[in-house]
């Protein structure tokens, strides 16, 4: 969700985050990966800017900040 919000293509993540697009299709499918790659891909999302934001009873989102 949070990759299509910012207009990013697979590879283009993957670049951001310094990963390969692999990792990224791995991710997205839900495929359980390192802690640390994790941490990675949230960094280069959140540098991107995605504001993630905790459950609050209706879930986990995102949203984008302010430009």
């Known amino acids: 969700m949070a990759r299509s919000a910012l207009g990013l293509g697979v590879r283009e993540l993957a670049e ?5 697009p692999n990792t990224i ?4 499918r839900g495929d359980i990966l390192k ?3 994790v ?3 949230r960094s280069a999302l959140e540098v991107a800017g995605v504001i993630f934001i905790d459950p609050n009873g209706g879930g986990p989102g ?6």
């Open 39 to 41: 941490a990675t891909i």
């Open 25 to 28: 299709a791995r991710f997205e």
């Open 16 to 20: 951001l985050a310094q990963v390969s």
């Open 62 to 67: 995102i949203r984008l900040k302010n430009r």
């Open 35 to 37: 802690e640390g790659t």
